[in-house]
Protein backbone atom coordinates (compact mmCIF):
# COMPACT_ATOMS: atom_id res chain seq x y z
CA UNK A 1 0.00 0.00 0.00
CA UNK A 2 1.56 3.49 -1.25
CA UNK A 3 1.29 6.44 0.35
CA UNK A 4 2.56 10.33 0.01
CA UNK A 5 3.99 10.97 3.34
CA UNK A 6 5.08 14.05 4.77
CA UNK A 7 8.04 13.90 7.09
CA UNK A 8 8.29 17.25 9.77
CA UNK A 9 11.25 17.82 11.98
CA UNK A 10 13.81 20.67 12.18
CA UNK A 11 16.61 18.01 12.32
CA UNK A 12 17.95 17.30 9.02
CA UNK A 13 19.79 13.62 10.48
CA UNK A 14 16.16 12.70 11.79
CA UNK A 15 14.59 13.96 8.21
CA UNK A 16 16.69 12.14 6.56
CA UNK A 17 16.66 8.33 8.65
CA UNK A 18 13.03 8.65 8.29
CA UNK A 19 13.09 8.93 4.95
CA UNK A 20 15.35 6.39 4.15
CA UNK A 21 13.18 3.90 5.86
CA UNK A 22 9.85 5.06 4.34
CA UNK A 23 11.58 4.68 0.47
CA UNK A 24 12.59 1.55 1.27
CA UNK A 25 8.98 0.50 2.40
CA UNK A 26 8.12 2.20 -1.47
CA UNK A 27 6.20 5.29 -0.02
CA UNK A 28 6.74 8.65 -2.02
CA UNK A 29 8.65 11.48 0.55
CA UNK A 30 8.45 14.99 1.12
CA UNK A 31 10.46 16.98 3.79
CA UNK A 32 9.85 19.80 5.86
CA UNK A 33 12.43 21.47 8.07
CA UNK A 34 9.58 23.51 10.37
CA UNK A 35 5.92 24.08 11.32
CA UNK A 36 5.65 27.03 8.36
CA UNK A 37 7.24 24.96 6.03
CA UNK A 38 4.83 21.99 6.70
CA UNK A 39 1.78 23.85 6.19
CA UNK A 40 2.82 25.01 3.00
CA UNK A 41 3.86 21.54 2.04
CA UNK A 42 0.35 20.16 2.88
CA UNK A 43 -1.26 22.28 1.03
CA UNK A 44 0.90 21.93 -2.54
CA UNK A 45 1.94 18.17 -2.26
CA UNK A 46 -1.22 16.87 -0.77
CA UNK A 47 0.20 14.32 1.01
CA UNK A 48 -1.73 11.11 2.53
CA UNK A 49 0.15 11.52 5.98
CA UNK A 50 1.90 13.66 8.11
CA UNK A 51 4.96 12.59 10.68
CA UNK A 52 4.68 15.68 12.41
CA UNK A 53 8.28 16.53 14.92
CA UNK A 54 6.67 17.99 18.35
CA UNK A 55 9.69 19.90 19.23
CA UNK A 56 10.63 22.61 17.05
CA UNK A 57 11.54 25.96 17.47
CA UNK A 58 8.83 28.83 16.20
CA UNK A 59 5.83 26.76 15.39
CA UNK A 60 5.64 23.81 17.60
CA UNK A 61 4.13 20.43 16.38
CA UNK A 62 1.54 21.24 18.74
CA UNK A 63 0.32 24.36 16.77
CA UNK A 64 1.22 23.41 13.35
CA UNK A 65 -1.25 20.12 14.36
CA UNK A 66 -3.97 22.95 15.27
CA UNK A 67 -2.92 24.86 12.22
CA UNK A 68 -3.54 21.66 10.05
CA UNK A 69 -6.74 20.42 11.42
CA UNK A 70 -8.57 23.84 11.53
CA UNK A 71 -8.47 24.53 7.68
CA UNK A 72 -11.08 22.69 6.28
CA UNK A 73 -8.49 21.65 2.91
CA UNK A 74 -6.58 19.78 5.20
CA UNK A 75 -8.63 18.47 8.14
CA UNK A 76 -8.66 14.95 7.24
CA UNK A 77 -5.36 14.56 6.46
CA UNK A 78 -4.12 12.01 9.64
CA UNK A 79 -1.26 13.35 11.31
CA UNK A 80 1.40 11.18 13.59
CA UNK A 81 3.34 13.15 16.32
CA UNK A 82 6.82 12.30 16.60
CA UNK A 83 8.14 12.88 20.01
CA UNK A 84 10.85 12.09 22.81
CA UNK A 85 8.53 12.82 25.14
CA UNK A 86 7.39 10.53 27.39
CA UNK A 87 5.18 12.12 29.74
CA UNK A 88 1.05 11.28 29.25
CA UNK A 89 0.02 14.63 29.34
CA UNK A 90 1.60 15.74 26.37
CA UNK A 91 0.37 12.63 24.50
CA UNK A 92 -3.26 13.86 25.20
CA UNK A 93 -2.40 17.47 24.39
CA UNK A 94 -1.66 16.38 20.95
CA UNK A 95 -4.48 14.08 20.43
CA UNK A 96 -6.72 17.45 21.68
CA UNK A 97 -4.82 19.50 18.72
CA UNK A 98 -6.17 16.72 16.56
CA UNK A 99 -3.31 14.58 15.91
CA UNK A 100 -4.10 10.33 15.32
CA UNK A 101 -1.69 8.96 17.19
CA UNK A 102 2.05 9.52 18.76
CA UNK A 103 4.84 7.50 18.15
CA UNK A 104 7.99 7.62 20.35
CA UNK A 105 11.91 7.99 19.48
CA UNK A 106 13.83 6.75 18.37
CA UNK A 107 11.26 5.54 16.20
CA UNK A 108 10.07 1.56 16.00
CA UNK A 109 9.86 0.60 12.01
CA UNK A 110 7.29 -2.51 13.30
CA UNK A 111 4.93 0.56 14.08
CA UNK A 112 5.69 2.68 12.65
CA UNK A 113 4.35 1.36 9.33
CA UNK A 114 1.58 -1.00 10.70
CA UNK A 115 0.27 2.24 12.13
CA UNK A 116 0.77 3.95 8.49
CA UNK A 117 -1.24 0.74 6.95
CA UNK A 118 -4.29 1.38 9.20
CA UNK A 119 -4.40 4.93 8.89
CA UNK A 120 -4.41 5.22 5.21
CA UNK A 121 -6.56 2.52 5.20
CA UNK A 122 -9.06 5.09 7.61
CA UNK A 123 -8.15 7.79 4.79
CA UNK A 124 -8.75 5.93 1.54
CA UNK A 125 -12.35 5.23 2.81
CA UNK A 126 -12.79 8.84 3.67
CA UNK A 127 -11.26 10.16 0.65
CA UNK A 128 -13.64 8.27 -1.52
CA UNK A 129 -16.68 9.40 0.42
CA UNK A 130 -15.41 13.08 0.26
CA UNK A 131 -14.46 13.16 -3.21
CA UNK A 132 -17.93 12.05 -4.19
CA UNK A 133 -19.45 14.67 -1.75
CA UNK A 134 -17.68 17.58 -3.46
CA UNK A 135 -18.76 16.21 -6.91
CA UNK A 136 -22.39 16.53 -5.06
CA UNK A 137 -21.26 19.87 -3.99
CA UNK A 138 -20.44 21.05 -7.85
CA UNK A 139 -23.68 19.68 -8.88
CA UNK A 140 -25.52 22.32 -6.65
CA UNK A 141 -26.33 19.99 -3.54
CA UNK A 142 -26.09 22.04 -0.08
CA UNK A 143 -23.67 20.04 2.22
CA UNK A 144 -25.90 19.47 5.86
CA UNK A 145 -25.09 20.76 9.29
CA UNK A 146 -21.21 19.99 10.82
CA UNK A 147 -21.49 17.11 13.18
CA UNK A 148 -22.25 17.64 16.90
CA UNK A 149 -18.84 18.57 18.53
CA UNK A 150 -20.18 16.51 21.94
CA UNK A 151 -19.75 13.00 22.35
CA UNK A 152 -22.00 12.28 25.03
CA UNK A 153 -24.31 9.71 24.37
CA UNK A 154 -22.23 7.81 21.42
CA UNK A 155 -23.08 3.46 21.97
CA UNK A 156 -20.33 2.31 22.81
CA UNK A 157 -19.60 -1.42 22.90
CA UNK A 158 -16.78 -2.45 25.89
CA UNK A 159 -15.29 -5.92 25.89
CA UNK A 160 -13.02 -7.22 29.14
CA UNK A 161 -12.88 -8.22 32.49
CA UNK A 162 -13.43 -6.63 35.43
CA UNK A 163 -10.12 -5.49 36.02
CA UNK A 164 -9.63 -3.66 32.78
CA UNK A 165 -12.98 -2.31 31.97
CA UNK A 166 -13.98 -0.73 35.18
CA UNK A 167 -11.71 1.91 34.74
CA UNK A 168 -12.04 2.27 30.77
CA UNK A 169 -16.00 2.20 31.37
CA UNK A 170 -15.43 4.92 34.54
CA UNK A 171 -13.13 7.29 32.21
CA UNK A 172 -15.67 7.24 29.15
CA UNK A 173 -18.78 8.08 31.19
CA UNK A 174 -17.24 11.59 32.02
CA UNK A 175 -17.79 12.36 28.71
CA UNK A 176 -21.30 10.66 28.66
CA UNK A 177 -20.84 7.57 26.64
CA UNK A 178 -23.42 4.78 26.65
CA UNK A 179 -21.43 1.95 27.65
CA UNK A 180 -22.27 -1.12 27.38
CA UNK A 181 -20.36 -3.99 28.73
CA UNK A 182 -19.82 -7.63 27.50
CA UNK A 183 -17.90 -10.03 28.92
CA UNK A 184 -17.23 -12.51 26.11
CA UNK A 185 -16.29 -12.28 22.81
CA UNK A 186 -19.87 -14.35 21.63
CA UNK A 187 -21.96 -11.66 23.26
CA UNK A 188 -20.00 -8.87 21.74
CA UNK A 189 -20.49 -9.98 18.41
CA UNK A 190 -24.43 -10.66 18.93
CA UNK A 191 -24.68 -7.36 20.29
CA UNK A 192 -22.22 -5.53 17.48
CA UNK A 193 -23.71 -6.87 14.75
CA UNK A 194 -27.52 -5.42 15.08
CA UNK A 195 -25.90 -2.62 14.41
CA UNK A 196 -26.59 0.91 16.14
CA UNK A 197 -23.34 1.16 17.82
CA UNK A 198 -20.50 4.11 17.07
CA UNK A 199 -17.59 2.98 18.76
CA UNK A 200 -16.46 -0.83 20.06
CA UNK A 201 -13.39 -1.00 22.85
CA UNK A 202 -11.88 -4.23 23.30
CA UNK A 203 -9.46 -5.13 26.25
CA UNK A 204 -7.14 -8.01 24.97
CA UNK A 205 -6.68 -11.08 27.45
CA UNK A 206 -3.24 -12.95 27.77
CA UNK A 207 -4.29 -14.66 25.06
CA UNK A 208 -5.96 -12.44 22.98
CA UNK A 209 -6.73 -14.69 19.85
CA UNK A 210 -10.25 -14.68 19.89
CA UNK A 211 -10.77 -10.87 20.32
CA UNK A 212 -7.99 -10.04 17.15
CA UNK A 213 -10.73 -12.69 15.60
CA UNK A 214 -13.89 -10.65 16.84
CA UNK A 215 -12.48 -7.34 15.43
CA UNK A 216 -11.44 -9.27 12.09
CA UNK A 217 -15.20 -10.21 11.92
CA UNK A 218 -16.58 -6.78 12.69
CA UNK A 219 -14.47 -5.27 9.54
CA UNK A 220 -15.87 -8.32 7.05
CA UNK A 221 -19.42 -7.32 7.62
CA UNK A 222 -21.45 -4.00 6.61
CA UNK A 223 -23.01 -2.68 9.63
CA UNK A 224 -19.93 -3.13 11.61
CA UNK A 225 -16.79 -2.31 9.41
CA UNK A 226 -16.89 1.66 9.75
CA UNK A 227 -17.60 1.15 13.65
CA UNK A 228 -14.05 2.44 15.30
CA UNK A 229 -12.13 0.02 17.07
CA UNK A 230 -9.99 0.57 19.99
CA UNK A 231 -7.85 -1.97 21.64
CA UNK A 232 -6.82 -1.95 25.34
CA UNK A 233 -3.35 -3.98 26.02
CA UNK A 234 -0.52 -4.34 28.19
CA UNK A 235 2.57 -3.01 27.00
CA UNK A 236 4.13 -6.50 26.46
CA UNK A 237 0.96 -7.28 24.13
CA UNK A 238 3.05 -5.52 21.76
CA UNK A 239 2.99 -7.94 19.09
CA UNK A 240 -1.06 -8.33 18.98
CA UNK A 241 -2.21 -4.80 19.02
CA UNK A 242 0.28 -4.27 15.87
CA UNK A 243 -1.35 -7.26 14.18
CA UNK A 244 -4.60 -5.26 15.45
CA UNK A 245 -3.85 -2.72 13.48
CA UNK A 246 -2.82 -5.07 10.30
CA UNK A 247 -6.86 -6.37 10.97
CA UNK A 248 -8.86 -3.54 11.30
CA UNK A 249 -8.19 -1.63 14.55
CA UNK A 250 -8.50 1.87 14.54
CA UNK A 251 -6.47 2.96 17.72
CA UNK A 252 -5.09 1.39 21.12
CA UNK A 253 -4.62 2.41 24.65
CA UNK A 254 -2.57 0.45 26.93
CA UNK A 255 -3.61 -0.93 29.79
CA UNK A 256 -3.65 0.55 33.35
CA UNK A 257 -5.73 2.99 30.72
CA UNK A 258 -4.48 6.60 31.39
CA UNK A 259 -8.22 8.38 31.70
CA UNK A 260 -7.33 11.59 29.65
CA UNK A 261 -5.44 9.79 27.02
CA UNK A 262 -8.03 7.46 26.41
CA UNK A 263 -10.87 9.92 26.32
CA UNK A 264 -9.26 12.30 24.20
CA UNK A 265 -8.58 9.35 21.40
CA UNK A 266 -11.75 8.13 21.79
CA UNK A 267 -13.36 11.88 20.89
CA UNK A 268 -10.88 11.46 18.26
CA UNK A 269 -12.49 8.55 16.48
CA UNK A 270 -15.75 9.23 17.63
CA UNK A 271 -15.63 12.58 15.78
CA UNK A 272 -13.76 11.02 12.61
CA UNK A 273 -16.72 8.35 12.55
CA UNK A 274 -18.96 10.94 12.32
CA UNK A 275 -17.31 13.47 9.36
CA UNK A 276 -17.68 9.77 7.59
CA UNK A 277 -20.98 9.26 8.15
CA UNK A 278 -21.77 13.08 7.62
CA UNK A 279 -19.84 12.65 4.19
CA UNK A 280 -21.96 8.99 3.54
CA UNK A 281 -25.37 11.20 4.38
CA UNK A 282 -24.13 14.03 2.10
CA UNK A 283 -24.00 11.53 -0.80
CA UNK A 284 -26.96 9.46 -0.26
CA UNK A 285 -28.98 12.96 0.62
CA UNK A 286 -27.58 14.16 -3.36
CA UNK A 287 -28.02 10.83 -5.20
CA UNK A 288 -31.86 10.96 -3.68
CA UNK A 289 -32.22 14.51 -4.76
CA UNK A 290 -30.78 14.03 -8.29
CA UNK A 291 -33.31 11.04 -8.82
CA UNK A 292 -35.98 12.60 -7.35
CA UNK A 293 -38.62 15.60 -8.56
CA UNK A 294 -38.75 18.25 -6.18
CA UNK A 295 -42.28 18.99 -6.40
CA UNK A 296 -44.34 15.49 -5.94
CA UNK A 297 -41.28 13.80 -4.70
CA UNK A 298 -41.77 11.15 -7.03
CA UNK A 299 -38.78 9.96 -9.49
CA UNK A 300 -38.00 11.91 -11.64
CA UNK A 301 -37.37 11.48 -15.77
CA UNK A 302 -33.77 10.27 -15.26
CA UNK A 303 -34.19 7.85 -12.96
CA UNK A 304 -37.23 5.89 -14.76
CA UNK A 305 -35.88 5.75 -17.79
CA UNK A 306 -32.51 4.25 -16.86
CA UNK A 307 -35.06 1.98 -14.43
CA UNK A 308 -36.72 1.15 -17.26
CA UNK A 309 -33.94 -0.11 -19.17
CA UNK A 310 -32.38 -2.05 -16.82
CA UNK A 311 -35.94 -4.37 -16.36
CA UNK A 312 -36.03 -4.39 -20.00
CA UNK A 313 -32.64 -6.22 -20.03
CA UNK A 314 -34.01 -8.81 -17.84
CA UNK A 315 -37.64 -9.52 -18.39
CA UNK A 316 -40.81 -8.02 -19.75
CA UNK A 317 -42.19 -4.54 -18.62
CA UNK A 318 -45.25 -2.41 -19.09
CA UNK A 319 -45.43 1.23 -19.25
CA UNK A 320 -48.16 3.08 -18.80
CA UNK A 321 -48.06 7.42 -19.09
CA UNK A 322 -50.94 9.29 -17.61
CA UNK A 323 -51.79 12.79 -18.47
CA UNK A 324 -54.10 14.66 -16.74
CA UNK A 325 -57.19 16.39 -18.67
CA UNK A 326 -57.22 19.68 -19.53
CA UNK A 327 -55.28 20.95 -16.59
CA UNK A 328 -53.41 24.10 -17.80
CA UNK A 329 -57.33 25.55 -17.01
CA UNK A 330 -56.93 25.07 -13.31
CA UNK A 331 -53.39 27.21 -13.27
CA UNK A 332 -54.66 29.91 -15.04
CA UNK A 333 -58.09 29.80 -12.79
CA UNK A 334 -56.49 29.01 -9.74
CA UNK A 335 -53.01 29.69 -10.05
CA UNK A 336 -49.56 27.72 -9.83
CA UNK A 337 -49.87 27.55 -6.12
CA UNK A 338 -53.05 25.32 -6.66
CA UNK A 339 -52.04 23.59 -9.72
CA UNK A 340 -48.38 22.31 -7.90
CA UNK A 341 -51.30 21.11 -5.13
CA UNK A 342 -52.58 19.08 -7.38
CA UNK A 343 -49.66 17.79 -9.11
CA UNK A 344 -48.86 16.49 -5.29
CA UNK A 345 -52.20 15.38 -4.15
CA UNK A 346 -52.64 13.45 -7.80
CA UNK A 347 -48.77 12.07 -7.58
CA UNK A 348 -49.88 10.53 -3.34
CA UNK A 349 -52.93 8.59 -5.36
CA UNK A 350 -51.13 7.22 -8.20
CA UNK A 351 -48.15 5.92 -5.69
CA UNK A 352 -51.17 4.60 -3.00
CA UNK A 353 -52.29 2.37 -6.01
CA UNK A 354 -49.50 0.86 -7.07
CA UNK A 355 -47.07 -1.95 -6.12
CA UNK A 356 -44.18 -1.51 -3.83
CA UNK A 357 -42.06 -3.24 -6.71
CA UNK A 358 -43.84 -0.38 -9.28
CA UNK A 359 -42.00 3.08 -10.12
CA UNK A 360 -43.98 5.69 -10.59
CA UNK A 361 -42.20 9.08 -11.72
CA UNK A 362 -42.92 12.76 -12.68
CA UNK A 363 -42.49 12.38 -17.05
CA UNK A 364 -42.44 16.40 -17.15
CA UNK A 365 -45.46 18.91 -16.68
CA UNK A 366 -48.75 17.03 -15.63
CA UNK A 367 -47.90 13.81 -17.22
CA UNK A 368 -46.61 10.24 -14.89
CA UNK A 369 -44.97 7.47 -16.22
CA UNK A 370 -45.16 4.06 -14.50
CA UNK A 371 -43.02 0.95 -15.10
CA UNK A 372 -44.47 -2.40 -14.21
CA UNK A 373 -41.94 -5.21 -14.07
CA UNK A 374 -43.24 -8.40 -15.61
CA UNK A 375 -46.84 -7.61 -15.93
CA UNK A 376 -49.05 -8.94 -18.44
CA UNK A 377 -51.15 -6.83 -20.97
CA UNK A 378 -54.75 -7.78 -18.82
CA UNK A 379 -52.85 -6.86 -15.32
CA UNK A 380 -51.75 -3.88 -17.10
CA UNK A 381 -54.52 -2.20 -18.51
CA UNK A 382 -56.30 -3.23 -14.72
CA UNK A 383 -53.72 -1.15 -13.11
CA UNK A 384 -54.10 1.73 -15.78
CA UNK A 385 -58.24 1.67 -14.61
CA UNK A 386 -57.22 1.68 -10.88
CA UNK A 387 -55.44 4.64 -11.43
CA UNK A 388 -57.73 6.36 -13.77
CA UNK A 389 -60.34 5.94 -10.89
CA UNK A 390 -57.97 7.17 -8.07
CA UNK A 391 -57.41 10.18 -10.34
CA UNK A 392 -61.22 11.44 -11.34
CA UNK A 393 -63.83 9.69 -9.14
CA UNK A 394 -62.70 11.66 -5.81
CA UNK A 395 -62.45 15.48 -6.27
CA UNK A 396 -59.59 17.11 -5.27
CA UNK A 397 -59.83 19.57 -1.76
CA UNK A 398 -56.97 22.16 -2.16
CA UNK A 399 -56.71 24.77 0.33
CA UNK A 400 -60.67 25.59 0.36
CA UNK A 401 -60.84 24.73 -3.63
CA UNK A 402 -62.60 22.04 -4.88
CA UNK A 403 -61.66 21.07 -8.41
CA UNK A 404 -62.62 18.08 -10.38
CA UNK A 405 -59.53 16.66 -12.57
CA UNK A 406 -59.72 13.24 -14.74
CA UNK A 407 -56.85 11.49 -16.87
CA UNK A 408 -56.30 9.78 -19.99
CA UNK A 409 -53.54 6.58 -20.05
CA UNK A 410 -51.60 5.16 -22.57
CA UNK A 411 -50.01 1.59 -22.01
CA UNK A 412 -47.40 -0.53 -23.92
CA UNK A 413 -46.12 -3.93 -23.10
CA UNK A 414 -42.36 -4.23 -23.70
CA UNK A 415 -40.53 -7.53 -24.49
CA UNK A 416 -37.21 -8.30 -23.08
CA UNK A 417 -34.23 -6.49 -24.66
CA UNK A 418 -36.54 -3.90 -25.98
CA UNK A 419 -35.19 -0.73 -26.60
CA UNK A 420 -36.78 2.21 -23.66
CA UNK A 421 -37.33 4.86 -26.13
CA UNK A 422 -39.53 2.67 -28.42
CA UNK A 423 -41.66 1.23 -25.69
CA UNK A 424 -42.31 4.44 -24.43
CA UNK A 425 -43.14 5.90 -27.68
CA UNK A 426 -45.79 2.92 -28.24
CA UNK A 427 -47.56 4.44 -25.07
CA UNK A 428 -47.54 7.73 -25.50
CA UNK A 429 -49.32 6.87 -29.15
CA UNK A 430 -51.69 5.42 -27.02
CA UNK A 431 -51.89 8.13 -24.79
CA UNK A 432 -53.07 10.11 -27.70
CA UNK A 433 -55.55 7.78 -28.41
CA UNK A 434 -57.26 8.09 -25.76
CA UNK A 435 -56.92 11.72 -25.77
CA UNK A 436 -58.41 11.86 -29.34
CA UNK A 437 -61.29 9.59 -27.86
CA UNK A 438 -62.38 11.72 -25.63
CA UNK A 439 -60.19 11.90 -22.85
CA UNK A 440 -61.21 10.34 -19.28
CA UNK A 441 -60.00 6.75 -20.74
CA UNK A 442 -57.00 4.31 -20.99
CA UNK A 443 -55.25 2.43 -23.70
CA UNK A 444 -53.11 0.23 -24.87
CA UNK A 445 -50.87 -0.10 -27.85
CA UNK A 446 -51.58 -2.24 -31.14
Known amino acids: MTARILVVDDIAANLRLLEAKLQSEYYEVALAQSGVEALMQASGWSPDIILLDVMMPGMDGFETCKRLKSDPALTHIPVVMVTALTDSFERVRGLEAGADDFLSKPVDDATLFARLRALMRVKQVQDAWRLRAETARELGFEAPADPDESVAGTRTLLLGAAMDADPIEASLRLDGLDVLRCGSTEDAWARLSVGGFDLAVLCLPEDGAEVLRLASRLRAQAVTRDVPVVLAARPAQRAMV ?40 ELDRSLEMAVTDPLTGLRNRRYVRRHLEGVLRGGEASVLIVDLDRFKPINDTYGHNVGDMALREIATRLRANLRASDVVARWGGEEFLIVLAGAPAEYTMIVAERLREAVGTTPLVLGGVELSCTCSIGAAIGAAGAMPDQVIGAADAALYQAKAEGRNRTRMAG
Open 242 to 281: LRGFDIGANDHVMLPVDPNELRARVRNQIRRKRYQDRLRS
